[in-house]
Protein backbone atom coordinates (compact mmCIF):
# COMPACT_ATOMS: atom_id res chain seq x y z
CA UNK A 1 0.00 0.00 0.00
CA UNK A 2 1.28 3.53 -0.82
CA UNK A 3 1.73 5.53 2.28
CA UNK A 4 2.97 9.18 2.46
CA UNK A 5 6.30 10.42 4.28
CA UNK A 6 5.39 12.42 6.95
CA UNK A 7 7.91 15.31 8.71
CA UNK A 8 7.42 13.46 11.75
CA UNK A 9 8.45 10.35 10.07
CA UNK A 10 11.51 11.63 7.87
CA UNK A 11 12.89 13.87 11.40
CA UNK A 12 14.18 16.69 11.48
CA UNK A 13 17.87 16.37 10.90
CA UNK A 14 17.62 13.87 7.68
CA UNK A 15 15.47 16.58 6.16
CA UNK A 16 17.67 19.18 6.30
CA UNK A 17 20.47 17.56 5.12
CA UNK A 18 17.95 16.05 2.00
CA UNK A 19 17.32 19.36 1.65
CA UNK A 20 20.58 21.58 1.53
CA UNK A 21 22.49 18.97 -0.58
CA UNK A 22 23.13 19.16 -3.99
CA UNK A 23 22.60 22.75 -3.49
CA UNK A 24 24.20 25.36 -6.28
CA UNK A 25 26.55 27.89 -4.41
CA UNK A 26 27.61 31.24 -5.90
CA UNK A 27 31.16 31.50 -5.95
CA UNK A 28 30.89 34.34 -3.34
CA UNK A 29 30.07 31.10 -1.15
CA UNK A 30 33.23 29.90 0.44
CA UNK A 31 31.24 27.62 2.98
CA UNK A 32 27.72 26.35 2.17
CA UNK A 33 25.00 24.76 4.48
CA UNK A 34 25.71 21.85 7.06
CA UNK A 35 27.54 24.13 9.58
CA UNK A 36 27.21 26.45 12.29
CA UNK A 37 27.20 29.39 9.53
CA UNK A 38 27.33 29.97 6.49
CA UNK A 39 30.33 32.28 4.82
CA UNK A 40 30.43 34.36 1.87
CA UNK A 41 32.03 37.27 0.15
CA UNK A 42 30.27 40.30 0.15
CA UNK A 43 31.36 44.00 -2.19
CA UNK A 44 31.02 46.71 -0.17
CA UNK A 45 28.19 47.20 2.55
CA UNK A 46 25.55 44.25 3.58
CA UNK A 47 22.65 45.44 3.41
CA UNK A 48 19.94 42.49 5.30
CA UNK A 49 15.68 42.30 5.06
CA UNK A 50 13.73 39.34 6.39
CA UNK A 51 10.10 38.38 5.71
CA UNK A 52 7.78 35.89 7.41
CA UNK A 53 5.14 33.83 5.47
CA UNK A 54 2.56 32.08 7.31
CA UNK A 55 0.13 29.34 6.36
CA UNK A 56 -3.71 30.74 5.67
CA UNK A 57 -2.35 34.40 6.21
CA UNK A 58 0.06 34.97 3.64
CA UNK A 59 -0.69 31.59 1.18
CA UNK A 60 -3.69 29.00 1.34
CA UNK A 61 -2.64 25.34 0.80
CA UNK A 62 -5.33 24.60 -1.13
CA UNK A 63 -4.22 27.75 -3.46
CA UNK A 64 -0.71 27.39 -3.73
CA UNK A 65 1.82 24.56 -4.94
CA UNK A 66 4.53 23.80 -2.44
CA UNK A 67 6.72 25.13 -5.36
CA UNK A 68 4.86 28.62 -5.39
CA UNK A 69 5.31 28.93 -2.07
CA UNK A 70 8.72 28.49 -1.58
CA UNK A 71 9.52 30.51 -5.08
CA UNK A 72 7.22 33.55 -3.25
CA UNK A 73 9.10 32.99 -0.35
CA UNK A 74 12.27 33.70 -2.36
CA UNK A 75 10.76 36.54 -4.46
CA UNK A 76 8.97 38.67 -2.16
CA UNK A 77 12.62 38.67 0.27
CA UNK A 78 14.82 39.34 -2.77
CA UNK A 79 12.55 42.28 -3.43
CA UNK A 80 13.56 44.26 -0.79
CA UNK A 81 17.16 44.08 -1.30
CA UNK A 82 16.81 45.14 -5.24
CA UNK A 83 14.75 48.04 -3.36
CA UNK A 84 17.91 49.09 -1.80
CA UNK A 85 19.40 49.02 -5.06
CA UNK A 86 21.63 46.57 -3.84
CA UNK A 87 22.59 42.84 -5.18
CA UNK A 88 20.86 39.92 -3.72
CA UNK A 89 23.76 37.18 -2.05
CA UNK A 90 22.56 34.87 -0.15
CA UNK A 91 19.78 33.65 1.87
CA UNK A 92 18.71 31.65 4.82
CA UNK A 93 15.21 29.86 6.05
CA UNK A 94 13.48 29.46 8.74
CA UNK A 95 10.49 26.36 8.15
CA UNK A 96 8.01 24.97 10.67
CA UNK A 97 6.02 22.75 9.81
CA UNK A 98 3.66 20.35 11.36
CA UNK A 99 4.52 16.62 11.70
CA UNK A 100 1.97 15.32 9.46
CA UNK A 101 2.86 17.26 6.32
CA UNK A 102 3.93 15.27 3.45
CA UNK A 103 7.79 15.42 3.38
CA UNK A 104 7.62 15.32 -0.43
CA UNK A 105 5.55 19.15 0.48
CA UNK A 106 8.61 20.58 2.24
CA UNK A 107 11.09 18.95 -0.78
CA UNK A 108 8.86 20.29 -3.65
CA UNK A 109 8.61 23.68 -1.59
CA UNK A 110 12.20 23.96 -1.25
CA UNK A 111 12.34 22.91 -4.94
CA UNK A 112 10.64 25.91 -5.38
CA UNK A 113 12.90 28.28 -3.14
CA UNK A 114 15.94 26.61 -4.69
CA UNK A 115 14.65 27.46 -8.52
CA UNK A 116 13.50 31.43 -7.87
CA UNK A 117 17.05 31.61 -6.06
CA UNK A 118 18.36 30.62 -8.91
CA UNK A 119 16.35 33.14 -10.62
CA UNK A 120 17.57 35.75 -8.46
CA UNK A 121 20.99 35.10 -8.71
CA UNK A 122 21.04 34.15 -4.77
CA UNK A 123 22.53 31.54 -3.15
CA UNK A 124 20.12 29.63 -0.28
CA UNK A 125 23.26 28.91 2.39
CA UNK A 126 21.49 27.60 5.23
CA UNK A 127 18.43 27.31 7.26
CA UNK A 128 16.87 26.06 10.42
CA UNK A 129 13.63 23.39 9.98
CA UNK A 130 11.41 22.60 13.52
CA UNK A 131 7.80 21.46 14.15
CA UNK A 132 5.08 24.06 14.33
CA UNK A 133 1.54 23.99 13.81
CA UNK A 134 1.62 25.60 10.81
CA UNK A 135 3.66 25.78 8.23
CA UNK A 136 5.63 29.15 8.86
CA UNK A 137 8.87 30.40 6.54
CA UNK A 138 10.80 33.05 7.73
CA UNK A 139 13.48 33.84 4.86
CA UNK A 140 16.53 36.34 5.17
CA UNK A 141 18.59 38.16 2.68
CA UNK A 142 21.60 38.99 2.48
CA UNK A 143 22.64 41.62 0.44
CA UNK A 144 25.81 44.12 -1.33
CA UNK A 145 25.88 47.54 -2.00
CA UNK A 146 29.00 46.73 -4.48
CA UNK A 147 29.95 50.42 -4.63
CA UNK A 148 26.80 52.36 -4.71
CA UNK A 149 25.32 53.57 -2.06
CA UNK A 150 21.82 52.43 -0.72
CA UNK A 151 18.71 53.67 -1.93
CA UNK A 152 16.52 54.97 0.74
CA UNK A 153 13.02 55.66 0.96
CA UNK A 154 13.83 59.40 2.52
CA UNK A 155 15.45 60.93 -0.05
CA UNK A 156 12.93 61.73 -2.29
CA UNK A 157 12.87 65.89 -3.39
CA UNK A 158 10.49 68.04 -5.11
CA UNK A 159 10.37 67.89 -8.73
CA UNK A 160 10.98 64.07 -8.80
CA UNK A 161 9.35 61.67 -11.43
CA UNK A 162 7.77 58.79 -9.62
CA UNK A 163 7.80 55.42 -11.33
CA UNK A 164 7.34 51.88 -10.92
CA UNK A 165 8.34 48.91 -12.85
CA UNK A 166 7.09 45.08 -12.44
CA UNK A 167 3.13 44.19 -11.87
CA UNK A 168 0.56 45.94 -10.25
CA UNK A 169 -3.11 44.82 -9.26
CA UNK A 170 -2.08 41.64 -10.44
CA UNK A 171 -2.10 39.32 -7.65
CA UNK A 172 -4.97 41.47 -5.71
CA UNK A 173 -7.23 40.36 -8.37
CA UNK A 174 -5.62 36.63 -8.26
CA UNK A 175 -6.66 36.79 -4.95
CA UNK A 176 -10.54 37.90 -5.60
CA UNK A 177 -10.46 34.78 -8.48
CA UNK A 178 -9.04 32.25 -6.03
CA UNK A 179 -11.66 33.11 -3.11
CA UNK A 180 -14.30 32.72 -5.68
CA UNK A 181 -12.69 29.29 -6.92
CA UNK A 182 -11.94 30.48 -10.38
CA UNK A 183 -8.36 29.27 -12.10
CA UNK A 184 -8.38 32.21 -14.62
CA UNK A 185 -6.90 34.08 -15.94
CA UNK A 186 -3.87 32.38 -15.22
CA UNK A 187 -1.45 35.33 -15.25
CA UNK A 188 -3.51 37.08 -12.56
CA UNK A 189 -3.70 33.23 -10.80
CA UNK A 190 -0.16 32.94 -10.99
CA UNK A 191 0.98 36.46 -9.83
CA UNK A 192 -0.92 35.60 -6.12
CA UNK A 193 0.29 32.32 -6.07
CA UNK A 194 4.07 33.96 -6.54
CA UNK A 195 5.00 37.51 -8.04
CA UNK A 196 6.82 37.72 -11.11
CA UNK A 197 9.64 39.93 -9.25
CA UNK A 198 11.80 42.50 -11.84
CA UNK A 199 14.75 41.20 -10.62
CA UNK A 200 17.49 43.51 -11.54
CA UNK A 201 15.31 46.29 -12.29
CA UNK A 202 16.42 47.97 -8.25
CA UNK A 203 20.14 47.72 -9.37
CA UNK A 204 18.87 49.59 -12.90
CA UNK A 205 17.49 52.27 -10.49
CA UNK A 206 20.39 52.70 -8.28
CA UNK A 207 22.83 53.01 -11.34
CA UNK A 208 20.51 55.63 -13.04
CA UNK A 209 20.74 57.72 -9.35
CA UNK A 210 17.42 56.97 -8.03
CA UNK A 211 16.86 59.01 -4.76
CA UNK A 212 14.02 56.70 -2.96
CA UNK A 213 12.96 53.59 -3.64
CA UNK A 214 10.43 50.75 -2.31
CA UNK A 215 9.16 47.50 -3.27
CA UNK A 216 5.37 47.85 -3.23
CA UNK A 217 4.24 44.88 -1.18
CA UNK A 218 1.45 46.83 0.44
CA UNK A 219 0.17 48.28 -2.47
CA UNK A 220 0.57 51.37 -4.72
CA UNK A 221 -0.47 54.05 -2.87
CA UNK A 222 0.64 52.47 1.08
CA UNK A 223 4.28 52.12 -0.25
CA UNK A 224 4.18 55.05 -1.87
CA UNK A 225 3.26 56.76 1.13
CA UNK A 226 6.02 55.60 2.98
CA UNK A 227 8.39 57.57 0.30
CA UNK A 228 6.16 60.45 0.85
CA UNK A 229 6.48 60.33 4.26
CA UNK A 230 10.37 59.74 4.75
CA UNK A 231 10.67 61.66 2.86
CA UNK A 232 8.39 64.49 3.93
CA UNK A 233 7.19 65.77 0.76
CA UNK A 234 3.89 64.86 -1.17
CA UNK A 235 3.11 62.89 -3.75
CA UNK A 236 0.23 62.55 -6.90
CA UNK A 237 -0.09 59.68 -8.92
CA UNK A 238 -2.22 60.33 -12.13
CA UNK A 239 -4.22 57.53 -12.72
CA UNK A 240 -3.98 58.30 -16.66
CA UNK A 241 -0.79 57.40 -16.79
CA UNK A 242 -0.93 53.67 -15.05
CA UNK A 243 -1.03 50.66 -16.99
CA UNK A 244 -4.30 48.77 -16.37
CA UNK A 245 -2.53 45.13 -17.49
CA UNK A 246 -5.55 43.16 -18.97
CA UNK A 247 -5.84 40.58 -17.30
CA UNK A 248 -6.94 43.07 -14.43
CA UNK A 249 -9.13 44.66 -16.36
CA UNK A 250 -10.42 41.45 -17.70
CA UNK A 251 -10.96 40.06 -13.95
CA UNK A 252 -13.01 43.68 -12.89
CA UNK A 253 -15.22 43.19 -15.98
CA UNK A 254 -15.85 39.67 -14.66
CA UNK A 255 -16.51 40.53 -11.15
CA UNK A 256 -17.88 43.98 -11.52
CA UNK A 257 -15.17 45.37 -8.97
CA UNK A 258 -12.95 48.79 -10.14
CA UNK A 259 -9.46 47.29 -11.22
CA UNK A 260 -7.83 50.63 -10.61
CA UNK A 261 -8.59 49.74 -6.85
CA UNK A 262 -5.97 46.57 -7.13
CA UNK A 263 -3.61 48.85 -9.16
CA UNK A 264 -3.48 51.38 -6.20
CA UNK A 265 -4.21 49.30 -3.24
CA UNK A 266 -3.33 45.81 -4.16
CA UNK A 267 -0.23 44.03 -2.62
CA UNK A 268 1.81 41.90 -3.29
CA UNK A 269 2.89 42.27 -6.33
CA UNK A 270 6.26 43.81 -4.93
CA UNK A 271 7.10 46.05 -8.28
CA UNK A 272 9.48 48.83 -7.62
CA UNK A 273 8.19 52.07 -7.04
CA UNK A 274 11.29 55.00 -6.78
CA UNK A 275 11.88 58.77 -7.43
CA UNK A 276 14.07 59.99 -9.74
CA UNK A 277 15.26 63.77 -11.27
CA UNK A 278 12.99 64.56 -14.18
CA UNK A 279 14.61 62.95 -17.39
CA UNK A 280 16.69 60.40 -14.97
CA UNK A 281 13.85 57.47 -15.22
CA UNK A 282 15.34 54.72 -17.01
CA UNK A 283 14.16 52.54 -19.58
CA UNK A 284 11.16 50.30 -18.93
CA UNK A 285 10.25 52.21 -15.98
CA UNK A 286 6.70 53.54 -16.25
CA UNK A 287 6.40 57.44 -14.82
CA UNK A 288 3.28 57.84 -12.93
CA UNK A 289 3.58 60.65 -10.97
CA UNK A 290 5.71 63.30 -9.15
CA UNK A 291 7.00 64.45 -6.11
CA UNK A 292 5.07 68.09 -4.83
CA UNK A 293 6.88 70.79 -3.44
CA UNK A 294 5.61 71.66 0.25
CA UNK A 295 4.23 74.94 -1.39
CA UNK A 296 1.84 73.22 -3.49
CA UNK A 297 1.15 70.63 -0.76
CA UNK A 298 2.46 70.97 2.52
CA UNK A 299 1.23 67.61 4.11
CA UNK A 300 3.64 64.31 3.06
CA UNK A 301 0.52 62.18 2.02
CA UNK A 302 -0.45 60.65 -1.28
CA UNK A 303 -2.78 62.13 -3.58
CA UNK A 304 -4.48 60.54 -6.38
CA UNK A 305 -5.31 62.99 -9.32
CA UNK A 306 -4.46 65.60 -6.63
CA UNK A 307 -7.58 64.54 -4.84
CA UNK A 308 -7.41 62.92 -1.57
CA UNK A 309 -8.24 58.93 -2.18
CA UNK A 310 -11.19 58.21 -0.10
CA UNK A 311 -11.19 54.12 -0.52
CA UNK A 312 -8.54 51.70 1.00
CA UNK A 313 -4.59 52.70 0.30
CA UNK A 314 -2.76 49.46 1.37
CA UNK A 315 -3.41 45.68 1.63
CA UNK A 316 -3.41 43.39 4.89
CA UNK A 317 -3.52 39.94 3.76
CA UNK A 318 -6.92 38.12 3.51
CA UNK A 319 -7.82 36.70 6.89
CA UNK A 320 -9.14 33.12 7.85
CA UNK B 1 -11.90 49.46 33.49
CA UNK B 2 -8.47 47.85 32.58
CA UNK B 3 -8.33 46.46 29.11
CA UNK B 4 -5.06 43.85 28.04
CA UNK B 5 -3.90 45.88 24.42
CA UNK B 6 -3.35 42.96 21.80
CA UNK B 7 -1.58 42.88 18.99
CA UNK B 8 -4.79 42.98 16.51
CA UNK B 9 -5.82 46.41 18.46
CA UNK B 10 -2.41 47.45 17.73
CA UNK B 11 -1.97 46.42 14.46
CA UNK B 12 1.20 45.34 12.45
CA UNK B 13 2.68 48.35 11.60
CA UNK B 14 2.53 50.51 14.51
CA UNK B 15 3.94 47.39 16.41
CA UNK B 16 7.35 47.09 14.44
CA UNK B 17 7.66 51.39 14.75
CA UNK B 18 7.27 51.01 18.58
CA UNK B 19 9.80 48.48 19.16
CA UNK B 20 12.24 48.98 16.47
CA UNK B 21 11.91 53.19 17.73
CA UNK B 22 15.18 53.93 19.80
CA UNK B 23 17.04 50.87 19.59
CA UNK B 24 20.55 51.22 19.66
CA UNK B 25 22.73 50.78 16.58
CA UNK B 26 26.68 49.31 16.46
CA UNK B 27 29.22 51.58 15.14
CA UNK B 28 29.20 49.26 11.82
CA UNK B 29 25.33 49.98 11.47
CA UNK B 30 24.54 53.10 8.31
CA UNK B 31 20.94 52.23 8.31
CA UNK B 32 18.90 50.78 11.03
CA UNK B 33 15.59 49.68 10.72
CA UNK B 34 12.50 51.53 8.65
CA UNK B 35 13.82 50.76 5.30
CA UNK B 36 13.48 47.82 2.85
CA UNK B 37 16.85 46.73 4.41
CA UNK B 38 19.33 47.61 6.94
CA UNK B 39 22.32 48.28 6.45
CA UNK B 40 25.72 47.65 7.45
CA UNK B 41 29.78 47.19 7.14
CA UNK B 42 31.34 43.94 7.71
CA UNK B 43 35.09 43.74 8.46
CA UNK B 44 36.06 40.08 6.19
CA UNK B 45 33.67 37.51 5.66
CA UNK B 46 30.21 37.06 6.07
CA UNK B 47 28.55 34.32 8.21
CA UNK B 48 25.42 33.72 8.80
CA UNK B 49 23.21 31.35 10.86
CA UNK B 50 19.29 31.29 11.25
CA UNK B 51 17.48 29.38 13.97
CA UNK B 52 13.60 29.69 14.55
CA UNK B 53 11.78 29.48 18.27
CA UNK B 54 8.05 27.96 18.41
CA UNK B 55 5.99 28.59 21.06
CA UNK B 56 5.17 24.74 23.18
CA UNK B 57 8.25 23.50 20.85
CA UNK B 58 10.93 25.14 22.25
CA UNK B 59 9.42 27.36 24.76
CA UNK B 60 6.26 27.53 27.62
CA UNK B 61 4.50 31.13 27.98
CA UNK B 62 4.03 29.32 31.51
CA UNK B 63 7.18 28.72 31.97
CA UNK B 64 8.85 31.27 30.59
CA UNK B 65 9.17 35.69 30.80
CA UNK B 66 8.63 37.19 27.34
CA UNK B 67 12.21 38.56 28.40
CA UNK B 68 13.56 35.02 28.61
CA UNK B 69 12.14 33.75 25.59
CA UNK B 70 13.61 37.16 23.70
CA UNK B 71 16.61 37.11 25.26
CA UNK B 72 17.19 33.13 24.12
CA UNK B 73 16.31 33.94 20.39
CA UNK B 74 19.05 35.97 20.60
CA UNK B 75 21.27 33.84 22.67
CA UNK B 76 20.72 30.34 20.46
CA UNK B 77 21.44 32.14 17.34
CA UNK B 78 24.53 34.43 18.31
CA UNK B 79 25.76 30.89 19.52
CA UNK B 80 26.24 29.99 15.75
CA UNK B 81 28.22 32.54 15.20
CA UNK B 82 30.76 32.34 17.99
CA UNK B 83 30.63 28.33 17.06
CA UNK B 84 32.30 29.95 14.03
CA UNK B 85 34.82 31.51 15.78
CA UNK B 86 33.52 34.89 14.20
CA UNK B 87 32.19 37.97 15.52
CA UNK B 88 28.67 38.91 15.95
CA UNK B 89 27.51 42.23 13.98
CA UNK B 90 23.75 42.37 13.12
CA UNK B 91 20.79 40.26 13.42
CA UNK B 92 16.79 40.72 12.17
CA UNK B 93 14.00 38.66 13.61
CA UNK B 94 10.84 37.62 11.98
CA UNK B 95 7.86 37.25 14.61
CA UNK B 96 4.50 35.93 14.48
CA UNK B 97 2.04 35.69 16.92
CA UNK B 98 -1.43 34.74 17.46
CA UNK B 99 -3.82 38.11 17.71
CA UNK B 100 -5.22 38.09 20.84
CA UNK B 101 -1.27 38.15 22.11
CA UNK B 102 -1.18 40.69 24.49
CA UNK B 103 0.86 43.74 22.93
CA UNK B 104 2.63 44.43 25.85
CA UNK B 105 3.93 40.82 25.73
CA UNK B 106 5.69 41.85 22.13
CA UNK B 107 7.04 44.91 23.52
CA UNK B 108 8.86 42.32 26.99
CA UNK B 109 10.14 39.85 24.15
CA UNK B 110 11.41 43.25 22.13
CA UNK B 111 13.02 44.08 25.42
CA UNK B 112 14.64 40.72 25.76
CA UNK B 113 16.08 40.77 22.84
CA UNK B 114 17.40 44.12 22.68
CA UNK B 115 19.08 43.29 26.23
CA UNK B 116 20.84 40.05 25.31
CA UNK B 117 21.65 41.78 21.84
CA UNK B 118 23.59 44.27 23.93
CA UNK B 119 25.07 41.55 25.94
CA UNK B 120 26.08 39.98 22.70
CA UNK B 121 27.61 42.89 21.26
CA UNK B 122 25.26 42.76 17.91
CA UNK B 123 22.48 45.18 16.09
CA UNK B 124 18.90 44.31 16.25
CA UNK B 125 18.88 45.97 12.86
CA UNK B 126 15.30 44.81 11.59
CA UNK B 127 12.39 42.74 11.59
CA UNK B 128 8.98 41.32 10.32
CA UNK B 129 5.94 41.22 12.47
CA UNK B 130 2.57 38.86 11.08
CA UNK B 131 0.03 36.84 12.44
CA UNK B 132 -0.29 33.44 13.18
CA UNK B 133 -1.49 30.79 15.21
CA UNK B 134 1.27 30.22 18.08
CA UNK B 135 4.06 32.32 18.42
CA UNK B 136 6.95 31.53 16.03
CA UNK B 137 10.43 33.55 16.30
CA UNK B 138 13.32 33.36 13.53
CA UNK B 139 16.13 34.88 13.93
CA UNK B 140 19.17 35.71 11.31
CA UNK B 141 22.63 36.68 12.76
CA UNK B 142 25.12 38.37 10.34
CA UNK B 143 28.91 37.88 11.77
CA UNK B 144 32.16 38.75 10.38
CA UNK B 145 35.36 36.71 10.39
CA UNK B 146 37.32 39.81 10.77
CA UNK B 147 41.41 38.45 10.20
CA UNK B 148 40.32 34.92 10.96
CA UNK B 149 39.41 31.92 9.34
CA UNK B 150 36.16 30.34 10.31
CA UNK B 151 36.24 27.71 12.74
CA UNK B 152 34.16 24.54 10.91
CA UNK B 153 32.96 21.32 12.03
CA UNK B 154 34.94 19.21 9.82
CA UNK B 155 38.75 20.20 11.07
CA UNK B 156 39.10 17.87 14.20
CA UNK B 157 42.93 15.53 13.46
CA UNK B 158 43.60 12.97 15.84
CA UNK B 159 45.15 13.77 18.86
CA UNK B 160 43.45 16.72 19.56
CA UNK B 161 41.98 17.60 22.47
CA UNK B 162 38.47 17.96 23.07
CA UNK B 163 37.24 21.27 25.02
CA UNK B 164 34.26 22.91 26.31
CA UNK B 165 32.92 26.00 27.91
CA UNK B 166 29.57 26.82 29.57
CA UNK B 167 27.31 25.14 30.83
CA UNK B 168 26.46 21.48 30.81
CA UNK B 169 23.35 19.65 31.21
CA UNK B 170 21.94 22.69 33.34
CA UNK B 171 19.20 23.44 30.47
CA UNK B 172 18.31 19.50 30.67
CA UNK B 173 17.67 19.47 34.23
CA UNK B 174 15.53 22.83 34.24
CA UNK B 175 13.20 21.51 31.88
CA UNK B 176 12.99 18.05 34.03
CA UNK B 177 12.33 20.66 36.91
CA UNK B 178 9.96 22.71 35.08
CA UNK B 179 8.25 19.48 33.90
CA UNK B 180 7.22 18.47 37.57
CA UNK B 181 6.12 21.94 38.38
CA UNK B 182 9.82 23.26 40.31
CA UNK B 183 10.58 26.42 40.46
CA UNK B 184 14.35 26.01 41.93
CA UNK B 185 17.29 25.21 41.81
CA UNK B 186 17.25 28.57 40.35
CA UNK B 187 20.64 28.02 38.13
CA UNK B 188 18.79 25.17 36.29
CA UNK B 189 15.40 26.61 35.20
CA UNK B 190 16.81 30.14 34.24
CA UNK B 191 19.11 27.71 32.35
CA UNK B 192 16.25 26.38 30.45
CA UNK B 193 14.67 29.67 29.90
CA UNK B 194 17.15 31.21 28.61
CA UNK B 195 21.12 29.64 28.54
CA UNK B 196 24.05 31.65 29.22
CA UNK B 197 26.26 31.97 26.26
CA UNK B 198 30.04 32.03 26.74
CA UNK B 199 29.90 35.37 24.46
CA UNK B 200 33.47 36.21 22.92
CA UNK B 201 34.62 32.33 23.54
CA UNK B 202 34.06 31.39 20.07
CA UNK B 203 36.70 34.12 18.90
CA UNK B 204 39.36 33.11 21.50
CA UNK B 205 38.71 29.30 20.53
CA UNK B 206 39.57 30.84 16.99
CA UNK B 207 42.33 32.82 18.02
CA UNK B 208 44.14 29.97 19.54
CA UNK B 209 43.64 27.89 16.52
CA UNK B 210 40.76 25.80 17.31
CA UNK B 211 41.26 22.98 14.52
CA UNK B 212 37.26 22.55 14.93
CA UNK B 213 34.42 24.12 16.56
CA UNK B 214 30.29 23.96 17.26
CA UNK B 215 27.72 25.07 19.70
CA UNK B 216 26.00 22.39 21.66
CA UNK B 217 21.92 23.01 20.78
CA UNK B 218 21.36 19.10 20.85
CA UNK B 219 23.47 17.67 23.47
CA UNK B 220 26.95 16.86 23.76
CA UNK B 221 27.38 13.67 22.15
CA UNK B 222 25.10 14.73 19.48
CA UNK B 223 27.17 17.75 18.31
CA UNK B 224 30.38 16.41 18.90
CA UNK B 225 28.94 13.39 16.46
CA UNK B 226 28.72 16.13 13.93
CA UNK B 227 32.59 17.30 14.37
CA UNK B 228 33.80 13.57 14.38
CA UNK B 229 31.61 12.57 11.15
CA UNK B 230 32.30 15.94 9.18
CA UNK B 231 35.91 15.27 10.21
CA UNK B 232 36.61 11.67 10.10
CA UNK B 233 37.65 10.57 13.12
CA UNK B 234 36.52 9.30 16.18
CA UNK B 235 35.87 11.77 19.39
CA UNK B 236 36.22 9.64 22.78
CA UNK B 237 34.85 11.46 25.90
CA UNK B 238 36.67 10.79 29.06
CA UNK B 239 33.49 11.47 31.69
CA UNK B 240 35.58 11.71 35.15
CA UNK B 241 37.00 14.84 33.33
CA UNK B 242 33.29 16.85 33.49
CA UNK B 243 32.67 19.15 35.32
CA UNK B 244 28.46 18.28 36.53
CA UNK B 245 27.50 21.68 37.70
CA UNK B 246 26.01 21.53 41.46
CA UNK B 247 22.31 22.29 40.55
CA UNK B 248 23.16 19.35 37.97
CA UNK B 249 23.67 17.10 40.92
CA UNK B 250 20.93 18.48 42.88
CA UNK B 251 18.40 18.47 40.44
CA UNK B 252 19.79 14.22 39.70
CA UNK B 253 19.43 13.98 43.74
CA UNK B 254 16.06 14.92 43.80
CA UNK B 255 14.85 13.30 41.13
CA UNK B 256 16.48 9.96 41.16
CA UNK B 257 17.73 10.70 37.50
CA UNK B 258 21.47 10.16 36.26
CA UNK B 259 22.57 13.72 35.98
CA UNK B 260 25.82 12.53 33.40
CA UNK B 261 22.71 11.93 30.87
CA UNK B 262 21.90 15.50 31.20
CA UNK B 263 25.49 16.21 30.88
CA UNK B 264 25.80 14.27 27.88
CA UNK B 265 23.01 14.29 26.13
CA UNK B 266 20.85 17.22 27.17
CA UNK B 267 20.94 20.19 24.93
CA UNK B 268 20.06 24.10 24.89
CA UNK B 269 22.74 24.65 26.83
CA UNK B 270 24.67 26.23 23.83
CA UNK B 271 28.43 25.33 25.45
CA UNK B 272 30.99 25.28 22.95
CA UNK B 273 32.89 22.56 22.34
CA UNK B 274 36.28 23.19 20.10
CA UNK B 275 39.46 20.85 19.32
CA UNK B 276 42.42 22.01 19.56
CA UNK B 277 46.24 20.75 19.36
CA UNK B 278 47.41 19.22 22.33
CA UNK B 279 48.74 22.27 24.76
CA UNK B 280 46.76 24.92 22.77
CA UNK B 281 43.54 24.77 24.62
CA UNK B 282 42.94 28.24 26.04
CA UNK B 283 42.05 30.03 29.54
CA UNK B 284 38.68 28.91 30.76
CA UNK B 285 38.15 26.10 28.99
CA UNK B 286 38.02 22.46 30.10
CA UNK B 287 39.22 19.29 28.40
CA UNK B 288 36.93 15.89 27.67
CA UNK B 289 38.35 14.43 25.73
CA UNK B 290 40.23 13.56 22.29
CA UNK B 291 40.30 13.01 18.95
CA UNK B 292 41.09 9.03 18.67
CA UNK B 293 43.80 7.97 15.30
CA UNK B 294 41.79 6.02 13.02
CA UNK B 295 43.62 2.85 13.66
CA UNK B 296 42.63 2.82 17.19
CA UNK B 297 38.82 3.65 16.05
CA UNK B 298 38.21 3.67 12.67
CA UNK B 299 34.61 4.59 13.27
CA UNK B 300 33.98 8.40 12.83
CA UNK B 301 31.42 8.03 16.12
CA UNK B 302 32.01 9.39 19.78
CA UNK B 303 33.04 6.95 22.57
CA UNK B 304 32.27 7.51 26.31
CA UNK B 305 34.96 6.23 28.27
CA UNK B 306 36.07 4.05 25.46
CA UNK B 307 32.79 2.49 25.30
CA UNK B 308 29.92 3.03 22.86
CA UNK B 309 26.97 5.16 24.71
CA UNK B 310 24.23 2.97 24.48
CA UNK B 311 21.47 5.65 26.25
CA UNK B 312 20.47 9.00 24.28
CA UNK B 313 23.18 10.86 22.84
CA UNK B 314 20.81 14.09 21.75
CA UNK B 315 18.04 16.34 22.29
CA UNK B 316 14.80 16.72 20.63
CA UNK B 317 13.22 19.04 22.74
CA UNK B 318 9.96 18.78 24.56
CA UNK B 319 7.02 17.69 22.38
CA UNK B 320 3.32 19.45 23.77
Redesign the interface.
Known amino acids: MATTTTMSEVG?FPLISSIVKDLPMGRAV??GP?????????DG????????L?EE??FRRRWSTPTDVGRKAVAVNVS??E??G?VPV?L?????APGDLPASWAREFMAGMAGEAEKAGVSL??????????I?I?V?V??Q?AGLA?V???GAVPGDEVAVIGQLGLAAAGLVLLGRGFRSPRAAVSAQRCPEVPYGQGRVAAQAGAHA???ISDGLLADLGHIAE?SGFAIDVTTSALDIAEPVRTVGMATGMDPLTWVLAGGEDHALAATFSPGGVPDGWRVIGRVLPPDEVADPTVLVDGQPWERERGW??F?S
Open positions: ETLGDDGAVFQVSVVVSTDVVVHDIAMAAVVGFSVGGDTTAGPVTASIGTPRRDMIDQTHH
